[in-house]
């Protein structure tokens, strides 16, 4: 069905007229018809995301309708009967009356619901559904993206986002539907509101999880300043920093009240340090030894620390997951409770770093592709391993696994009680940074994201990725390539024997090149955004202190080269 045939079949019932006027407006502008009709939303790396407004690659409560009568289908075919459902919704415009829609479906279909009554983090809603005994859960939200994106993110009964063979099941139930077949009309009786019951157990939780000392007088040194960007982790943070010990939390208070306009940062991305400019002027105001924010819905989180100059800068999150797992890594051992019978949890675009943090502690470290789903199927396919923790480069951690998704607020304690401990010993989290680079190698990395809109854009992205796919480099950085791996044809290339190998993860349009000197190289396109993303890793060995400052330098240098070399700034 063509784009205008949608178009048509959105003028008429079972729309209601509100959905038929504003898609009326559209015929003044057929760019945007074309984008509003030309696909389906699709769910990607972090579930469905999309632009709010009328038409079929739009966020509204009719698309939203169609995915949970699906979903409900699906779910009555699997479990049969005694279903329920956790639902929770963060800052974001319509964010709580889609919740509501969304609600009234699933309890149309005699779907028990367990709705949170105001807005809550994402990762509360994965402990919620396994606290509650649920058998799926959903999240509205669109993450960090602009003021104009929602998005609908699905779990299932483990906890962890939906992946095959359930997502592509769900998906083929929602394909069999047309709009008449949505049931609106809520069963009130089936849905319940929920709140404070369940918070108080995620804290107690995130603290059991998160905590790494007792000692208050350590705490009160350590001087915090937090920041949710407008988004849902002050309903939590706050509280699990206070009830953990720590009582010198300066909270940006011009970003304190939810707000899915984001008035005050151009993006409400903690990966960016722009949006971190106002808790970093607090920081310096208060003299803090660290400074933390968090995305909308409560699942990123970065952090800004001093460094040897006594400045704020903020941490990559590569840089971040390497402190945190040398830590727990280090917890474990000093508890006697490694056994070999240990894994964390990484992705393909990750630090290598990661990998040989856990070789060091005789540790098995699990590649999955990118998106924290694959970290929480890991957990779910290896029930006989104890899962240690486990992050991805995009600013995403997740210690335990009482949470089986990226948790910023577990994450935030954790890191904050690291910065306590290495204060007390005179020491940084930055100068931490810097052991963990001499121990096992100084890494540096860097994402760079190319944003290419609409039905075009898509297009041009197809064109880069088939261009490196068809025609790829023999050398990046001067060195030459060795491997390169391509996850949408599962073959890895041995540049060397020209032999192949099969990648046994599942297929995604990936491609990664390895060198010589082991820089990395991978690209990617975008499973949320309009973007194609560029990941570039470098490392050298650091034998002498004084040679750090010079080896960094070199590296950034080389990223630099990197860039210009493969045309991608």
Known sequence: MSYKDKYQEWLKLPFD??????????LNNEDELEDSFYKNLEFGTGGMRGLMGVGTNRINKYTLGKNTQGLSNYLMKVFKSNISVAIAYDCRNN????????????????????LFSDLRPTPELSFALKHLKCQCGIVLTASHNPPEYNGYKVYWEDGGQIVPPEDQNII??????????????????????????VDDVFIKNSIQNGKLSDNKEI?????????????????LIPEVLKKAGFNNVYIVEEQKIPDGNFPTVKSPNPEETEALDMALKLGNK???????????????????????????????????????????????KVENKLNGNQFIGSTIVSTPLIDKIAKAYNIECKLGLTGFKWIAKMIKDFPELDFIGGGEESFGFMVGDFVRDKDAITSTLLSCEIAALLKNEG???????????MKYGLYKEELI???????HGNKEINNIMNSFRNEPPKTIGNSQIIKIDDFESSTSIDCKTNSKAKILLPKSNVLIFTTLDGTKVALRPSGTEPKIKFYISVNEKVNEEESYSSTEYLLKKKIKQIVLELKID
Request: a neutral charge.
């Open 172 to 197: 083929n139930e929602i394909n069999k539907l047309g709009y008449r077949e949505i049931k609106f009309k809520s069963n009130s009786n089936l849905i319940e509101y929920i709140d404070k019951e």
């Open 95 to 114: 964010s709580k009356e889609l919740a509501k829609v969304v609600a009234d479906v699933f309890s149309a279909n005699n779907i028990k619901v367990y």
């Open 449 to 455: 994201s190319l944003t290419k809109k609409g039905i």
């Open 286 to 332: 208060h003299n803090a030894d660290i400074v933390i924010g968090t995305d909308p819905d409560g699942d990123r989180f970065g952090i800004a620390v001093r460094n040897n100059s006594n400045e704020l800068v903020l941490l990559n999150g590569n840089e971040v997951m390497a402190i945190l797992i040398e830590y727990l890594c280090q917890k474990w």
């Open 219 to 235: 705490k009160n040194k350590l001087n915090i300043v937090f920041t949710s960007l407008h988004g849902t982790s002050i309903t």
């Open 427 to 437: 020491n940084s989290i930055y100068s931490k940074l810097q052991d963990i680079h």
């Open 17 to 26: 007229n509100t959905t038929i006027e504003e898609t009326k407006s559209l």
